[in-house]
C-alpha cells in the first residue's frame, strides 16, 4: 500500500539559481481523485516557481473552499499558505498584502469558489488591481461537494447523470476582462507548455493577474457531453499564440535573433514572448481580447494563451500610497513617532 | 522512435538489471521478496534451479549483479544481493526433497564430464534428471573444482561447499575421484554419447626473473600452494611473506598466509591500488587483517643468501595512459626498494592448459593455445566434446561456470536428440497483475530509505588463529528483512496500456523520480534531450509508446524508477499497470 511518495528523487535533477531541485518545491502527497486536472495546475506551479528560482518563503498561498482550494497543501510545502472560507480567499489575500508587500501572493480558487459564493470578492480585488497571481482551476461543477453543475458550467452541457444545464455560463476571463484586471490568461491543465509561461509571467506581473485554467474534473464531469471534459477540451482548444517567458537576465537576443512574433517587455526586464500570434489577437488591447473572446465562444472554441497585458500596472499600494516598507518591517519608531509628530498632524487640521 | 515491443520478453529482462547481468540470469527480485516473507526455502529452490550453488555463491559469488542494481543508482550503494541469497541458504528447511527425485529413467545415452567443478557439476544437474548416464572424472580427491582447492575455508566453509556438491552427485553420477584424465583419446574410445570438457584453467603463472631457481625452495606457486593448504599439505609459512599479484587469487594467498603462521605479509603489485583486479571487498578485508598493500611495485629480483631467500627488490613506477585509454608503467627513477621475506608466494595470474588432449580428437585450438569453442552452443570443432567453465573462454567465476554449464547441457540434450543446436529453447516468462485494489498491490510498493547494511564479521582474533573458521557472520533474519525491502522489486513492471490513457498527466507529476514524459516523438538521442530528466544512461532503454490522440507519445526512461506503482495508483483509467514479470532460463529437457 503506498499512500506514501518515496524521498528518492531523480539523482540528476537539475538545480535552480537558489541550489534547489524541483524536490524543495513539492508539497504533500495529494489527495484528490487520480486524473484530476487540478493536480496538473499544481505540478504546472511547481516547475514555474522552480524554474523562476524563487525562494519558498517569499511565497504566501492562499485559497478557499473546494477540491481545487485543497491544492495548495499538494504544492511549494516550504511556502505560508492560508485555506480560508468558501469564497473568501481575495480578502484575505488583501489583507496579507497590505500587511506585507514583499511577498509573492498565489491564490488558488474553484469556478464555485469563485463564480458563485465568491463572485463578490472575486470582482472587488479585480477592482482594486491587488499584486497577486489568480488562478481558478475550473472543471465547471462543485467537485468536493459531489459534481453539481457550477455557473460555469456551459448551457447544454451535460452531466455524469444525464442532465442538461439550462442557464449560461459565466465567463471569467471575459469578466476580468471587463472588471479592467491588468493580466488575464487562460489555460488548460493538459497544455504545461502553455501554462507554465502563463504562471511565470504572471508571477512576474505587478498587479492583479488573471488565470483562467479549465481543469477537467475526472470523476463529476469527464463524461461525454460534457465541455469540460479532457476530450472536449482538447477538440475545442484555439490557443492565441505560442508562449514563452524569458527571465531579465536572459541574452532574448539569442533566442529570438529573427525577429518572429510579439515581445512584451516587462516591468523588470522580463519578457513575454508571443509566436505565431492567431489573427485579431492584440495583448495590449482590451477591446480586441474581449472580442477575440466572444467570437471563440460563438464558435464553440475555447480560446488560451496570454488574452491582455496592461506592463505599466500600478498596484493597490500605489493607488493608496501605502508604505514603501511592508508593515511588519516597521519598527516602534516608525509606528509610533510620538508626541511632538502628533502635535504636527494636529497641527494640520487646524 | 518505434512503439517499444513489450511483447518481447527481452525488453522486460533488461529492466531487471540484476537478473539480467547475472550470467545464470538468477530472479533475483523473486527470491528477495521470499526473504523477506521468511520463505527461505523456497527462496533457496528460486537459487538452486538457476545457479546450483546457493550456499556457495551466498558466500563467494562474483555478484555481477551488484554494480548493475538499480538502488545503486538511486542511492549510494546496492542492495546486498549475494548476502541476501546466503540467508535463503543459512535458514532453509529441507530441500532435498523439493530436488528431482531417484530413480530417473534411464535414456540409454551416456555421457562424460572431465574435472568435477562447478561447469561440470551444473551440467551432471541438469542431465542426470533426464535419465542420462553421467560420469565425472576428476583427479581431486572430492568435486567441487577450485571451489574446493582455491576458495578458502574462511570464505566458504567446507560443509556448505559438501553439501551443494552432494546434492548433485547423489543424483546417480558415477564419479571417477582420484583420477587424471591424460588422454581425450581414450575417454573418446568409451564410446559416451557425448564429452564435456569442464578442467578449468589449472596452470598458476610463474614469474621468471633472477634468483627464481637459487629460492626455489621458498617461492611457491599461489594457487598450487593454495590447493595444497586445502587439502591440508601445507600447514604453515614464514612470519615475513611477499605475494605478488592483486587480483582475488593474491587476496585468497595472503589472508591464508596470515592464518597460517605469516606476520608481516605484504601484497606487492605492479599497478596502482585502484587498478587492482581483487573485488573491492577482498581488499577491504585483506587491509582489516594487518596485509599491507604496496602497488606500484615491478618485481626486479629474489635476493637470495648463503642458498636461501632473503627477500625481493623492486622497481618503483607510476601509470602513464596515452590518448587510447592504454597504460603503461613508468620508472619513477626512484632507488629499488628491498623488502624481506621468508617466502613468496606468485599470485600473477592463471592459464589455460590441454596437454592431454591429442591433436587427432578433431579438438582445435586456436590463440593462445585456446580451444575453438561456440560461444551460445560450447560446441568444439569435435560435434561430440563440448567445453564450458574456465577451460572454455578461460578464467572467470563460478556463476559463469554454471551459467556454461546450463547452456551446455541443452546442446548436449540437442545433440543426443539429433536436433538443431542454434534452435535455443526460449525462455520461461510470466506477466501477471499485482493490483488488488485502489491503493492495493499483491508487493511490498512502498519504497524504503534504509542505506545498506553491513554483514557482521567474526572477531579477527579468532579468525586469523583458525584458517577454517569463516570470518562473515551472515545476516540475522531481522537484519536481512531490513535489507531485503531495500529492493526495489524491479521486477514488477510498470506496463502501459496506450488505449486507455486520457493523457492527464496525473502519473507525470506523481512520479517521484520524473521517469515519464509525454512529448512529440523523435529519433532516441533527440527523445533524451526532451524528457523530464536528464536521461544519461544510455544502457536503460526507453519505453514508446504508439502515438496517442493528441499526436504525442508517453517516453518512460527506465534508468530510475522506483518501481513504487504511484503511476498506476494515479492513473484514473489503469493505463498503466504494475505487472510482476517472470523470467527464467529454460534448462535442457
Ligand atoms: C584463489 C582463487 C579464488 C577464487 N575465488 C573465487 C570466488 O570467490 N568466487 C568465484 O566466483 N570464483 C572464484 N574463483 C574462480 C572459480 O573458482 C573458477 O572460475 C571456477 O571454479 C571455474 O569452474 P570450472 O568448473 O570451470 O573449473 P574448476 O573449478 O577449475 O574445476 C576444474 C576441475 O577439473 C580438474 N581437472 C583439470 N584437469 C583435469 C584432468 N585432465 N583430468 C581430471 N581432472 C582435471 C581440476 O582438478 C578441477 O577439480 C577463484 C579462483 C581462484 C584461483
Ligand atoms: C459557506 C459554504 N457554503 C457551501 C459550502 C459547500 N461547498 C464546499 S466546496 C463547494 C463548491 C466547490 O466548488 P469549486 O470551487 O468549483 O471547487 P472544485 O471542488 O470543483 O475544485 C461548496 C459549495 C462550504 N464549504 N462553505
Ligand atoms: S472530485 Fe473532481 S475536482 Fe475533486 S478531486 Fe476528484 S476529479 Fe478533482
Ligand atoms: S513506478 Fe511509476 S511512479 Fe514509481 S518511479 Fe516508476 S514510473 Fe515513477
Ligand atoms: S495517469 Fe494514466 S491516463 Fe493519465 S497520462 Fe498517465 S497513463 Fe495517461
Ligand atoms: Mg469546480
Redesign the pocket.
Known sequence: MTYIRSQFRHPGLPVNELGYTTKEYEGALSTLCAGCGHDSISGCIIQACFEMSVAPHRIAKLSGIGCSSKTPTYFLGNSHGFNSVHGRMPSVATGANMANRDLIYLGVSGDGDTASIGMGQFVHVIRRNLNMVYIVMNNGCYGLTKGQDSATADEGSKSKKGSVNPFQPIDLAGMALELGASFVAQSFSGDKEQLVPLIKAAIDHPGFAFINVISPCVTFNNNPGSTKAYDYVREHIEASATIDFVPAKTEITTKYADGTGTDIELHDGSHIHLEKLAAGINPYDRLAAMNALQNARNNHEILTGLLYIEPESTDLHHTIQSSDRALNSLGQEELCPGAEALAGINEGFR | MKPTDDKNPEYFHKVVDCQYACPAHTPVPEYIRLIAEGKYTEAYMINWESNVFPGV?G????RPCEPACRRGRIEEEPVAICRLKRVAADNKDDVKSLMPQLPFEGNGKRIAL????????TVARDLAPLGYEIHL????EA??????????SF??PIDVLNEEVNYVLDMGIHTQFK????SLKEILDKEYDAVFV?????R?RDLIIPGRQEAAENIHI??NW?ASVAFEHTHKIGKKVIVLGGG??AM??CRTSRRLGGEQVKVVVRSPFAEMKASPW?KEDAVHEDIQILDNHVPKVFVVENGKLKGMTFEKVHAVFNDKGKRSLIPTGEPEVFIEADDVLV?IG?ENTFP?IEKETGVDFGEWGMPIVDAKTFQSSNKKVFF?????FG???????VA??HQAAISIDLYCREKDLTERPSPFTNLVSQKMGIHEWIYESEVENDHRYLVPHAAKSVTLSDRKMEVELGFDVETALKEARRCLNCDVETVFYKDKCIECDACVFICPTQCITFTTNGEEEDLRTRLRAPSLNLKQDLYVSDTLPTQRVMVKDEDVCLHCGLCAERCPTSAWDMQQFLYKVTKAG
Open positions: 555463491l558466500r563467494t559469488c562474483d572431465i574435472g568435477g567443478g562447478p561447469a561440470s557439476l572424472y576428476d583427479e581431486q568435486g567441487g573444482g577450485m571451489m574446493r582447492s582455491q576458495i578458502p570464505r566458504l583420477t587424471y584424465v591424460s569442464g578442467t578449468g584453467a589449472p598458476g599461489g594457487v593454495l582475488n587469487t585468497d594467498c577482498e599470485a592463471l592431454w564450458g567453465g574456465d577451460a572454455a578464467p572467470k567465476n563460478v556463476i559463469t561456470a556454461h554449464g
